[in-house]
């Protein structure tokens, strides 16, 4: 598989079958000014949660391509009441997309709309597809959870956030690889706003102290797996 990195938790997914975006979120990060929400094509838009930095755009690319929309049942149900497709999941299921099988995994962090109504507990994933298995935390805290994920599933890559404050910071995020068993990251979330700036040459140092590769990807760039 493919992953393209689209700013802040955004990630554009191309597998032999389908396109998946995750967490859409382009149209209000000045980051990825260069990405154009009306050229995506996805087939499916996993949302890990109801915040805006989330799910700003996935209305717009749902309705210009008629994508299924992936997250918990809250979160299906509010764009399932706007007309847009859904498959609804909640923590620990799996399902067996044509693309492969998602599971949805805990996440620790909250999950409202922008609105303020509720959004579901929000919720990571694990994609299993082509023959390789990634992990998608979301935002989340640092958690013991996450020493159930390898119990089920081998993986090629984790994608971790790694802006701190909101979410874990770098040095949390080197013990989720350990409980994860993976030491291939992937970051995200960082950046975007001043809260959660990070020293690029820093961070990947500090991954690489404890022999794990931290891949930070420009905007637009992409990883094969
Ligand atoms: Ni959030
Ligand atoms: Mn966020």
Redesign the pocket.
């Known amino acids: 598989m493919e992953i393209t990195f689209l700013g802040h938790a955004c990630l554009l997914i191309k597998t032999k079958e389908c396109n998946l975006i995750v967490d859409p979120f382009i149209s209000g990060n000045p980051l990825a000014k260069e990405v154009s929400v009306n050229s995506i094509k996805a087939d499916y838009i996993l949302l890990t ?1 109801a ?1 805006q ?2 799910i700003l755009d996935a209305e717009a690319i749902a309705k210009n391509n008629n994508s299924t929309i992936v997250s918990n049942f809250e979160i299906v149900n509010y764009f399932q009441n706007k007309g847009i497709n859904g498959h609804p999941m909640n923590h620990g299921g799996s399902w067996k997309f044509p693309f492969g099988t998602i599971t949805y995994t805990t996440a620790i ?3 409202s709309f922008p609105d303020g109504s509720y959004g579901g507990q ?1 919720g990571g994933f694990v994609i299993n597809t082509d023959h390789k298995t990634i992990y998608i935390a979301g ?1 989340t805290a640092l958690t013991y959870d996450m020493k159930l994920i390898p119990l089920r599933h081998q993986l090629d890559l984790a994608v971790l956030p790694i802006g701190d404050n ?1 979410t874990m910071g770098i040095e949390d995020a080197i013990i989720a690889s350990d409980f994860l068993n993976c030491s291939k990251i992937l970051g995200y979330h960082y950046d975007t706003f001043g809260y959660i700036e990070i020293d690029h040459t820093k961070a990947i140092s500090q991954f690489k102290e404890h022999q794990k590769e931290l891949i930070l990807l420009e905007i637009y760039n992409s990883l094969t797996i």
């Open positions: 949660h915040h930095d989330h962090h909250t999950s929000p935002d909101f």
